[in-house]
């Protein structure tokens, strides 16, 4: 699929130290399509990396590096045990002096 028919979210850029790397976490809207996703963005690295080079101002513009964001999903498991009862009932149980902690 080509990008401008992709709706893709960019949930957060990582660099190196020596910020000649960037990390960028995305993911397409609806989860669907990751594969297809990050090879668009791999095909058109090269335009974006120029894009991204013109609008800042570094000596080296950095490597692109796309990863999905897998935090959503993670969020969801979390949400997931939360709701379960054992759960709850354990949290609910906890003494107040212990946040305190």
């Known amino acids: 699929p080509d990008l ?4 893709i979210t960019v949930s957060e850029v990582r660099t ?10 995305v993911l397409p809207l ?3 399509g990751q594969d297809a996703a990050i090879e668009a963005l791999a095909r058109n690295q090269y335009h974006l990396r120029k894009m991204i080079g013109k609008a800042i101002k570094l ?6 590096r796309f990863r999905i964001d897998e935090t959503f999903d993670q969020m969801e498991e979390s949400r997931r045990l939360f709701a ?6 354990d949290i609910e149980a906890r003494p107040e002096d212990q946040d305190e902690e």
């Open 30 to 32: 609806g989860g669907k």
């Open 4 to 7: 401008n028919r992709m709706s």
């Open 59 to 64: 000596r080296h513009t950095p490597e692109l």
């Open 84 to 89: 379960q009862d054992a759960v709850r009932r």
């Open 16 to 25: 190196s130290p020596d910020l000649r790397i960037a990390t960028i976490y």
